[in-house]
Structures are given as C-alpha cells and as structure tokens.
C-alpha cells in the first residue's frame, strides 16, 4: 500500500497561482501512476492530471491544458500539481490518487484526503 497526502492549497485570487504537493510513503513511490482529481460539493469528481510512473508521459482534462503543470520527484516520493492562471471556476478539493499500471483517466486504488484550493475573483 501507499500512503498520500497533499499541501499546498489555500486561497488565491483569480490569474494567480499555486503548487499542490502530494507525498506518498509506504511501498515504492515509482511502482505507481499518479494522478490529481478535483471536487466541489454536490458534484462527481473531476480528472485533472496523470503521470506514468517515470514521469515521461502526462495527461491532462480540458479544462486545464495549458494551465497546469504535473510533474514528480521519484527520488521525495513527491508529485506536483503547478496550477497557472487560476480561474473562480477551478476552486474545489483537489485530490492525489496512485495506482500500478497505466496512467491516465479510470479508477484509482490510493486516495489522498484532499487539499481545498479557492479562487476568488
């Protein structure tokens, strides 16, 4: 198993920006793909990002190419979410997730409590 937590949340006005961390610890950081989802009440959660386990190969939802940058540090079992340009629209619980395999959109096996990003305009 793996244990994640994030930081790096808190309140921003709109066109600022911010870094989420996720750090995981328990088995081996790089056997896993990882990924960030968001989530505002009442509504499903979001994909946001994912990362292959080397970090070669990045995925990202719509809403936030060009915006957002994934990134992770295999060596501080450590994944980052940069987030650029921040919009009202982008205020939610953002959520760090590992799973072996494949990276991308799906289930995820880990989940992180969750970090509350807000963007007030």
């Known amino acids: 198993q793996v244990q994640l937590v994030e930081s790096g949340g808190g309140l921003v006005q709109v066109g600022g920006s911010l870094r989420l961390s996720c750090a995981a610890s328990g088995r081996a950081f790089n056997r896993y793909a990882m990924g960030w989802f968001r989530q505002v009440p009442g509504k499903e959660r979001d994909f946001v990002a994912a990362i292959s386990w080397a970090g070669l190969t990045t995925y990202y939802g719509d809403s936030v190419k060009g915006r957002f940058i994934i990134s992770r540090d295999n060596a501080k079992n450590t994944m980052y979410l940069q987030m650029n340009s921040l919009k009202p629209e982008d205020t939610a619980v953002y959520s760090c997730?590992?799973?072996?395999?494949?990276?991308?959109?799906?289930?995820?096996?880990?989940w992180g409590q969750g970090t509350q990003v807000t963007v007030s305009s």
């Open positions: 997730a590992a799973r072996e395999g494949r990276a991308g959109r799906g289930e995820y096996d880990y």
